[in-house]
C-alpha cells in the first residue's frame, strides 16, 4: 500500500489581494493541518506575503522556459526561488490555450523548474469535445508523453493536476467516478515509464472543487488532493476543503 500524503493546492489566478493572503493565513494557523500539505499559488506580486509564513507552501502560477537574460516580464526558476517559491505550475489549462503554450514550451518549463529544484505541478486535461469523442485516455497520454517520454526521472519530482477543461470554473465538477478513472488513467500511462514513482506520484484533480464535493473526490484511492481555483478565494471554504483531504 503506497502512502501519498494529500495535497491541497489554491491557485489564485488573477485574483486575490494582500488582504486575502493574510487572512488565509490567520485561518490557516486556526487549525491542526498535519496530514496534509496546504500550498498556496498567488500571483506573483503576493509571493512576498506568503513567503514567510509556516502555515502553507508557496508556489507560482508560471514560469520562464529560459534561465535568465533579455525576456521582459517573464520570471526564472531561479527568481522564482530566491522569493521562497518551492513549487510551481507548468501547463495549466488557461496557459495552453489562452498564452498558447505547446508542448514543447511546457517540456523546457519543467526542464528549467526540476533544474533548479522547484517541484512542478504539470497540468493536464481534456476539452469537453475530447472527451465527448471518448478521447480523455488519448489526451492524456499525449500530455503526459510531452514532459515524461524522454524524460522518466521527473516522474519522482512531479506532482500532477488533472483537471478537465470543461469542470474548470463551471461549477460542474467531474464525478467521483469520471476522476477517477481518469486519475487511474494516469498512473497507469505514468507506469509505463517508472511504475514505481508512479505509484507514489501525488495527482490532483481540479475543475470546481468546492467543500461540498470535495469530501468524495479527495476519497478516490487515486485521488491525492486537489487544484482548487474559485473556491480557495474565500479563506473559510478553502480551509474546509483542506480539512476535507485530511485522509
Ligand atoms: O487551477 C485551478 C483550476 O483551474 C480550477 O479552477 P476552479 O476551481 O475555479 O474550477
Redo the contacts with the bound molecule.
Keep these: 500500500m503506497t502512502m501519498r500524503k494529500p495535497l491541497v493546492?489554491a491557485?489564485w489566478?488573477m485574483n486575490g489581494s494582500d488582504a486575502l493572503a493574510r487572512e488565509l493565513t490567520a485561518a490557516l494557523a486556526t487549525v491542526n493541518l498535519v496530514n496534509v500539505d496546504v500550498l498556496v499559488?498567488p500571483p506573483a506580486t503576493l509571493l512576498h506575503t506568503l513567503a514567510s509564513t509556516e502555515q502553507c507552501l508557496l508556489g507560482a502560477q508560471n514560469l520562464s522556459q529560459y534561465t535568465s537574460g533579455a525576456y521582459t516580464g517573464e520570471l526564472s526558476a531561479s527568481l522564482l526561488t530566491e522569493a521562497g517559491v518551492r513549487f510551481v505550475?507548468v501547463g495549466?489549462?488557461?496557459r495552453r490555450t489562452l498564452f498558447a503554450e505547446s508542448d514543447l514550451v511546457l517540456a523546457e518549463k519543467m526542464q528549467q523548474a526540476i533544474a533548479h529544484g522547484l517541484t512542478p505541478v504539470y497540468?493536464i486535461g481534456e476539452n469537453l469535445q475530447q472527451r465527448q469523442q471518448e478521447k480523455t485516455g488519448q489526451v492524456l497520454a499525449k500530455q503526459l508523453a510531452a514532459v515524461y517520454a524522454s524524460h522518466p526521472e521527473f516522474i519522482a519530482k512531479s506532482v500532477i493536476?488533472y483537471?478537465p477543461v470543461w469542470?474548470?470554473?463551471?461549477?460542474e465538477?467531474a464525478t467521483p467516478e469520471q476522476a477517477q478513472q481518469a486519475h487511474a488513467e494516469v498512473r497507469q500511462q505514468l507506469a509505463q515509464y517508472d511504475s514505481k514513482a508512479a505509484a507514489t506520484v501525488r495527482i490532483l484533480y481540479?475543475?470546481?472543487?468546492?467543500s461540498k464535493n470535495a469530501t468524495e473526490l479527495f476519497g478516490q484511492p487515486d485521488i491525492d488532493g486537489g487544484?482548487?481555483?474559485?473556491?480557495?478565494l474565500n479563506a473559510e471554504e478553502f480551509l474546509h476543503i483542506c480539512q476535507s483531504a485530511k485522509g
Design positions: 493546492a491557485n489566478k499559488c505550475l495549466h489549462s488557461e497540468c493536476a483537471e469542470a474548470i470554473g463551471t461549477g465538477a481540479g475543475g470546481s472543487v468546492n487544484l482548487v481555483g474559485g473556491a480557495s
